[in-house]
């Protein structure tokens, strides 16, 4: 089925963008949870690990085959509800700023979509995703050595009574550096592609649109993995200051280090970066056209 994508004229309301946006952001954790527990198990590696393998491939078939499946969803309901809270949160930011810098035919500059991303990046992180990354990276770190956690209500519980409720937002400044740059890329670059395509008259379709955000997710890997790595590092289930995390990276892997575990970050946002604008593309569509009847 085709994609209809409202036209830039049109002002899209922001519960059309709140419920498209958190079942696309819903759909993609669920689908592609595996290369997110790869890449932070990757990153969370210390140098005198050996029994464990550092290539992120390899680590899935080691858990899956030593551990079974299932570990490879340590922390995955977590992710699914912060990734549909974080979803839902940045593309109401997103539309709603979009809708005061957008011109008169509803075309949205690069500058002034990259903004629009940068904002809405520092929302999510704020609102939603800090608490939940925190929890999810303390978990896997977890899995692997202590496993003092039952489940991500129970990690929730021991952060807190053992450390306060500000411990939910350990890593906010380096989570919050990393959601408005990815934001603002992906968001960015996905604008950027939407015109291009608009402007050629390209007929929008499921194809077109998986395309244009698969392509949005690549850029923001390699433009944005330094940052992930750092928030990765604080918010290990010992926890780490910005510096902190920063320096055990170099210490441990040199500079290469703040690019480990991109390859599966690569196949996760190539996989996450189609899959969430496609179903936020269908989502909006049927809702406009329900909200309209």
């Known amino acids: 089925m085709g994609t209809t994508i409202v036209p ?3 002002k899209q309301s922001m519960w059309v963008s709140l419920v498209a946006g958190g079942v696309a952001g819903g759909v993609e954790a669920a689908v592609t949870y595996p290369f997110e527990y790869a ?12 029994a464990t393998p550092s290539n992120p491939l390899r680590l899935i078939l080691h858990v899956a085959k030593q551990e079974g499946i299932g570990y490879l969803y340590t922390g995955c309901s977590t992710l699914i509800l912060g990734t549909t809270a974080k979803a839902a949160v940045r593309f109401v930011s997103y539309d709603t700023i979009k809708n005061t810098l957008a011109d008169e035919s ?9 903004l629009a991303g940068v904002v809405a990046g520092g929302m999510e992180s704020v609102l939603a995703v800090t608490p939940t990354e925190r929890i999810k990276t303390a978990l896997i770190d977890d899995a692997k050595n202590a496993r003092q956690f039952r489940s991500s209500m129970h990690a929730g519980q021991v952060l807190v009574r053992t450390h306060g409720v500000s411990e939910l937002y350990r890593g906010l400044v380096s989570t919050t550096l990393k959601q408005s740059a990815t934001s603002a890329v992906r968001m960015g670059t996905y604008n950027i592609l939407k015109e291009v395509v608009r402007a050629r008259e390209i007929k929008p379709s499921v194809l077109t649109t998986f395309g244009m955000g698969a392509l949005a997710g690549v850029v923001t890997v390699y433009a944005t993995q330094p940052l992930d790595s750092i928030k990765t590092r604080a918010q290990s289930a010992q926890g780490a200051s910005f510096a902190e995390a920063v320096w055990s990276v170099v210490r441990d ?11 599966m970050r690569l196949g996760r946002l190539l996989l996450s970066g189609g899959i969430v604008f496609s179903v936020y593309e269908e989502m909006a569509s049927i809702l406009c056209a329900l909200g309209s009847r």
């Open 106 to 114: 509803g075309a949205l500059s690069p500058g002034r979509g990259i």
């Open 8 to 10: 830039a004229k049109e």
């Open 39 to 50: 890449k932070t198990r990757v990153q969370l590696l210390q140098t005198s690990t050996v």
């Open 253 to 263: 892997h040199g500079l290469r280090g703040f690019w480990k575990g991109s390859t």
